[in-house]
Structures are given as C-alpha cells and as structure tokens.
C-alpha cells in the first residue's frame, strides 16, 4: 500500500438527457463485449484493489464495541454533558423561562431560521396554535410548488393527516400539557423511510405504489410520541445512488439558495425543505454523504451518528453496512434535541445493541471562550485543499481559525492513508449492496441508476471480498490516529499514522464537499445525469465516515463571494453556501455537537437567507383555533 496522498479524478466526459438513455442501453446490452463498461470502471478506479494482496479479515459491517474510555465517556458528568432526557428537560426549561419572562416576545418569523423553541414559546405563550401554523404550512407546501421552477421538496404528504396531528397538539397545548419542546413542531422524512399511512417510494415511480407504510420507522415514532408534526415524505435521488438529486422518476428539487443549483442528495428534499424554511427539521439518510452534503449545499446543518446509534428499523434497507439515519436542521440546537430524541438502542435492530449511552454537551449562553481548550483538530492538508474552488478551504481554514482563537482548539497536521481505497471500496460496497436489493427491478429505474448498476454488476465477487478487507485496514488506520492504539507497536508498523506525536487527535476536519452545487440543466431533469467527476468531488470527504462507521457533522461554514467558472463551463454566482466538515471517533457524537453549536455561533450574523423563501410563519397570529 502506499501511504502517499494518492486520490485522482476520473476522466470520463459528463452524459445527460437522451445521450444517457442511448448509452446507458449500450453498457447494458453490449458494455462488457465492447469493453466499455472495463474502460469506466477502470477510470473510475474500480479496480485499483486488484493490484493489492491483502491479509486482513474482511468487516462485513462496521459496528464498533465501545471501549473502556468510550463507555467512561458516555456517563454524563453534570458540567460538560447531559443525558438525552435531561438535555431535553434543560431545553424546554430555558424556553418556558423565556415564555414567563416579562419581556418575552415572541418570533414574528418573517425571513429567519426558526426553531422548535420558536414554535414552543409562541404556542406556549397562546400567540398561536399548532393548527394556525399547519394551515399556513399546507399554503405554504401548495406555493412551493406553483413557482417556477418548483421548490420540489417534498413528495408525498396527506393533509388531512397533517391537520389531525396538529389539532391533537393543539388541544394539549390549550390544556398546558405538551409532551415536550417538540409538540407542534413540522418534521419532513425521506422517502426511504416508513411513516404510517403514506408509501415508501425509495425515489422511484413504482415501489409500494398504492401500499402505503402499516406504521412508523422506529425514529419517526420517537418524534411522534412527543408530539411531532410529521408532514410528510421528501424528495431523493432514486434509491439513493446519488448525490444530485436528479430525478426524472419523481421530481427534482431545487436549492433555495439559488434554484439554478442542485440541493444535492440524496436527501435533497430535506435539505431543501428545511433551507427553504417550510419545516425546522428533516430526516434524512447517508450512505455516502447523502445528509452532509444536501446539507453542505442548502446552508445547514446535518448529523450522519456512528453506524449503529440510530435503530434502522421501518428503513428501506438500501444499503445496511454504509447507510445511517440522522437529522437535518436549521439550528445546532434542534439537531442536538432530535438526536437526543432518536438515539439509543431499539430490540428489534440488533446493530443498535452494542452502543454506549448517549450523551449531549450542556447547553451554553453565547459568548463563552475556551470550551475546546486542549481539543487536538487533525487537519489532512492535502486532502483538505484538494477542492475544485479555493474559496471552500478559505471558508474552512477561517472557521477553525476562530475555534482555535476563542474556543481554544489545536490543529494537528496529519495524514490519511490510503484514500483512494477506502472510497473505491465504498463505492463498491454501496452500489453492490443496492444492486442485490433492486436487482429484481432494475431496468424499471432511470437510466443514470441503471448505469451505475451495470458498472459494479460487471464487477466480480472478490472485488466486493477485497472492498471489505480494505474496510478493515481503513478502520485500523483510523485507530492510531484517534490515539486507541497508544504503545502497540505491532498495530502501529502495520496501520501508521502519520504526523507529530503520532497524529494522536480528537477530530477530524475536512470541507464537507470539494465542490460547490452544480447547475441542474434540462437533459439532467428529464434523463437523469452521468457526471463522475462531480461525483468524486462531491462524496471526496463523506465516504470515510460510511465505511468506517465514525460519525460526522456539516455546519455552515460561509458562502461564496467571487464568481466561478465550473469544470462544465458553466458560471457560478456568489452567496452560495459553503459546509465544513468535522469527525470523531466511534460514539463521540458529543464532540461534534459542541463544535457545531460554536461553529454556529462564529457565523453569527454572517448567516445568510436563501433566495426562495417560505419560513414567514406568523408566530404571533391570533389563537381563534
């Protein structure tokens, strides 16, 4: 193996619009005899596990038991962290504080971000009711649609459903009974995951048409239970393989902060609905980046937990051994109550045994410095520079700069090995894995999923044994660089990490994507669309985490100032958003939601609102209802 920075971009030309479907046929017919379906794996670097000899056991799923430390640290210590269920009982006491106060008023909405404790207190203090705002969401759903081009965030939702749950919620509320700080707040799900009484349609035209969800995913029951307004499905990429969010089989939906520009996927119906402002909150997937980047795209901010945090049960098992479930929200504080009210174990998913307790960092008043003091951020430079616009790793390189001013932080240099093959491998996993689900349906998908199947179909078994042996090696490597194998000399020869005092680090930060949202043009929204540079640059920095199973956090690191010429040709205009990416080891979501909340706070006012626009909720409407 070479330990060198070894990552090289594709060469194949970009394909979209009825050139697709011709060469989608090809490949499918004709593409191994003619060796084309050779030349693009091979382009792609499919191949490139061939070459090497490996020793390790394959990890088939990357569930990781806790170590002693991470089991220590999951015990909340009453000044740092908070269990989930006193996280949330700390939450709704600072709201109902602000409610009592005698110089409370509450949010008018208009052109800002809200948040569950926005909807709380106006509803707490009776300036409105839950049902005045699912009214105004429903107009606000059916507007959506009517510009042009159409927001396209959400898929499916019934009104009737919606209007029931908000009057239930209402009725509590009237009788100073909600069940928490999320009673009456809207929820949007991706279509990958059950919710009573709608489909699951994955992204496609035709799964379980006309059988909709017999109950909730095991997450959406949680929110449920506490009072959550579930409104309905979001849009996605077909079945999840990729990261645009083009697709000609149900809609396309287009990013708020330009619609010109991809949300990117595949839970780009989520990120849109919640940068848009039509909901708080969204749920969405991430096999391969697809909540960071959506997030990363549309300016907010999204958690992808340790594999195994999140019960994956009543999801469509798309991919199990690289795909998570995680919130998608406006503010670090709703990302850190839905994780608080989603994480933990579940009896019918065996995967979310073997976690240690959750824990959440104390909420804090702003301004406070020094709460990273000593926190080692390891800073991969060549990977974290290797973007397509030099304005990405500026915004990046400036963010942390702050953290490490006020907040106290380290950089460390360090060094990834063996890049390549850890995302070829996930890339082969995730495909292959799709593949033997839908492979019964397959020529009923659009013709850019239908490609990308037929190129890891031609793939053979011992290239998925390999991916899996190399997800071995990839989550030793990540061993000694979070410091678990401190004085073992035998693990540090074979998996070494590289940097000073043995890169021994806390996090990991990276941009969340080397590229900015590409333009959504024609051929792509009838057709679909074939670009495999725009893909490599876009998962660049989510694959690892995937495979690996570490989880992840995009938060709002800036935006554009400077115009752009893409590698299509095509000119990007400014104020586009900009994500920044931080990892941690196995179960340390707690880190991440600290840094995200701090990260938040830096921007600060510099936090900039989207061109399409339907947050303009009326919180202090009159309560006739």
């Known amino acids: 193996m070479s330990y060198g920075y070894n990552l090289k971009d594709p060469h194949s030309p970009i394909v979209s619009g009825r050139s697709l479907a011709v060469l989608c046929n090809v490949?499918?017919?004709?593409?191994?005899?003619?060796?084309?379906?050779?030349?693009?794996?091979?382009?792609?670097?499919?191949h490139v596990l061939r070459d090497t000899e490996f020793d390790e056991q394959p990890t088939a799923t990357p569930i990781w038991a806790p170590t002693q430390e991470m089991a220590a640290a999951s015990v909340p210590d009453s000044t740092t962290s908070l269990s989930p269920a006193d996280y949330l009982a700390a939450i709704k006491e600072q709201a109902d504080k602000q409610v009592d106060s005698p110089s409370f008023k509450a949010s008018t909405g208009g052109h800002k971000f809200l948040s569950c404790r926005d909807y709380y207190v106006a509803y707490k203090s009776k300036k409105t009711t839950p049902t005045l705002i699912a009214e105004q969401l429903l107009g606000n759903i059916e507007e959506s649609g009517k510009i042009n081009p159409p927001l396209g965030a959400l898929?499916?939702?019934?009104?009737?459903?919606?209007?029931?749950?908000?009057?239930?919620?209402?009725?509590?509320?009237?009788?100073?009974?909600?069940?928490?700080?999320?009673?009456?707040?809207?929820?949007?799900?991706?279509?990958?995951?059950?919710?009573?009484?709608?489909?699951?349609?994955?992204?496609?035209?035709?799964?379980?048409?006309?059988?909709?969800?017999?109950?909730?995913?095991?997450?959406?029951?949680?929110?449920?239970?506490?009072?959550?307004?579930?409104i309905g499905k979001s849009t996605m990429h077909e079945i999840g393989l990729g990261v645009t969010n083009f697709n000609p089989s149900t809609t396309t939906p287009r990013n708020p902060y330009n619609p010109e520009h991809s949300t990117g996927g595949s839970s780009g119906g989520s990120g849109a609905a919640v940068a848009a402002g039509l909901v708080p909150i969204a749920i969405g997937c991430d096999g391969g980046g697809s909540i960071r980047i959506p997030s990363a795209y549309c300016g907010i901010y999204g958690l992808k937990p340790t594999h195994g945090r999140i019960s994956s049960r009543g999801e469509y098992p798309l991919a199990p051994s690289v795909a998570v479930s995680g919130p998608m929200c406006a503010t670090m504080e709703d990302l850190n109550i839905v994780y608080a009210i989603v994480s933990g174990p579940e009896d019918r998913d065996p995967c979310s045994d073997v976690q240690p307790d959750a824990v959440l960092p104390i909420p804090t008043a702003p301004g406070q410095k020094g709460q990273l003091e000593g926190l080692r951020i390891g800073v991969p430079r060549q990977?974290?520079?290797?973007?397509?616009?030099?304005?990405?790793?500026?915004?990046?390189?400036?963010?942390?700069?702050?953290l490490c001013k006020e907040q106290g932080a380290v950089l460390v240099d360090i060094q990834i090995p063996e890049l390549l093959e850890n995302g070829k491998a996930h890339n082969i996993t995730?495909?292959?894995?799709?593949?033997?689900?839908?492979?019964?349906?397959?020529?009923?998908?659009?013709?850019?999923?239908?490609?990308?199947?037929?190129?890891?179909?031609?793939?053979?078994?011992?290239?998925?044994?390999?991916?899996?042996?190399?997800?071995?090696?990839?989550?030793?490597?990540?061993?000694?660089?979070?410091?678990?194998?401190?004085?073992?000399?035998?693990?540090?020869?074979?998996?070494?990490?590289?940097?000073?005092?043995?890169?021994?680090?806390?996090?990991?930060?990276?941009?969340s994507t080397a590229n900015l949202p590409p333009k959504v043009n024609?051929?792509?929204v009838s057709h679909g669309e074939s670009n495999f540079v725009n893909n490599v640059k876009t998962m660049q920095y989510a694959m690892m985490a995937n495979f690996t199973g570490i989880p992840g956090v995009s938060a709002v690191a800036g935006y554009t100032k400077e115009e752009y010429i893409h590698s299509d040709g095509q000119k990007y205009q400014t104020g586009l958003p900009i994500g920044i990416q931080f990892m941690s080891q196995w179960w340390d979501e707690k880190t991440l939601l600290k840094i995200g909340s701090l990260c938040e706070e830096i921007l600060g006012d510099e936090r900039q609102q989207p061109k399409v626009w339907f947050g303009n909720y009326n919180l202090n409407g009159n309560t006739s209802q």
Request: aromatic share 8%.
């Open 522 to 524: 024609a051929g792509a």
């Open 27 to 46: 490949i499918e017919q004709v593409g191994e005899l003619s060796g084309i379906t050779h030349y693009l794996c091979k382009d792609a670097g499919l």
């Open 430 to 511: 995730i495909v292959a894995e799709m593949l033997a689900k839908v492979e019964r349906y397959r020529y009923k998908l659009n013709h850019q999923t239908r490609m990308e199947l037929a190129l890891i179909d031609s793939l053979g078994m011992q290239d998925y044994v390999r991916a899996q042996q190399q997800r071995t090696r990839s989550i030793r490597h990540l061993q000694s660089t979070f410091g678990q194998k401190q004085g073992n000399e035998e693990h540090l020869m074979s998996y070494p990490s590289f940097g000073p005092w043995g890169a021994c680090v806390d996090i990991i930060v990276t941009p």
């Open 383 to 402: 990977w974290f520079e290797d973007v397509l616009h030099k304005e990405i790793s500026d915004a990046c390189y400036k963010m942390l700069d702050t």
């Open 155 to 230: 898929w499916s939702w019934r009104a009737d459903l919606i209007l029931k749950q908000a009057k239930a919620s209402t009725q509590r509320y009237s009788e100073g009974r909600p069940k928490s700080i999320v009673d009456g707040v809207p929820v949007v799900i991706k279509d990958e995951i059950d919710v009573e009484g709608l489909v699951t349609g994955v992204g496609t035209s035709f799964l379980n048409k006309n059988s909709p969800a017999l109950e909730d995913a095991f997450l959406v029951r949680k929110l449920r239970e506490l009072g959550a307004i579930i």
